[in-house]
């Protein structure tokens, strides 16, 4: 798979990294120059020192044979551009981080796949969604509003308790536990253990409620 991520900042480094990792073929486009070169020291990937909103910038990339698109600097209105500017060339997939969330309409109606707030998920989460769609069906559930979550188990108000205490509520539910590499479905009577890794199933404006009672 081919991605190009616009921003060279903590998110769009995080990013390609994981995708890197994951054998994804990647370009990351950042105008800042100190960024590029940091980027360009820590990334197996092509690396362009330029604007994401430029069209010719795009074309040096290699625009119309990305697979996936994400605008990931931390400007709205840079990234909706790129993103406009990306949907002439046809990507499957474009993805937007979103800073301000009364934007998120703007994203919408511009036909944007995915808007996603860094302050609510990271770029594993991001990573999650290009790599594996039927997972992101989950995560999109009700266009949006619903995110899926991966937690160490941490809070003392939660370990020792069972899952069917606790899980499903109206916020949230407990989809998977991850043991020694593999992921497994948890059973109601499964006790909860301090540094248990789960991925929770929880509505967008709860994600912060959700995380502070696990962690």
Do not use: W
């Not at 903590?10 to 486009?29: A, E, K, M, P, W």
């Not at 069209?55 to 600097?73: G, M, N, Q, W």
């Not at 540094?195 to 696990?214: E, H, N, P, Q, R």
């Amino acid at each position: 798979m081919y991605v190009i991520v616009m921003g060279g900042g903590r998110v769009g480094l995080n990013l390609s990294s994981f995708l890197i990792s994951d054998g994804q073929d990647v370009t990351l486009i950042e105008n800042n120059e100190e960024l590029c070169s940091k980027a360009a020291s820590e990334l197996d990937a092509m690396i362009i020192c330029g604007n994401g909103t430029d069209t010719k910038t795009l074309e040096e990339a290699d625009i119309k044979s990305a697979d996936v698109f994400v605008a990931a600097t931390g400007n709205d209105e840079t990234n909706l551009l790129a993103c406009i500017l990306v949907k002439d060339y046809n990507v499957s997939k474009i993805i937007t981080r979103i800073s301000d969330h009364t934007h998120a309409k703007a994203f919408k109606n511009a036909g944007i796949d995915f808007a996603i707030s860094p302050e609510l998920t990271a770029a594993s989460y991001l990573e999650k969604i290009i790599l594996r769609p039927k997972i992101a069906d989950l995560v999109v559930l009700g266009k949006g509003d619903a995110e899926l979550l991966d937690v160490s188990v941490e809070n003392n108000k939660v370990i020792g308790k069972k899952i069917g205490d606790i899980s499903p509520t109206k916020d949230y539910i407990i989809v998977s536990l991850h043991e020694n590499g593999k992921i497994t479905i948890p059973m109601m009577d499964t006790v909860l253990e301090r540094g248990f890794k789960i991925s929770i199933l929880a509505k967008t404006g709860s994600i912060k409620k959700v995380i502070d009672l696990f962690t």
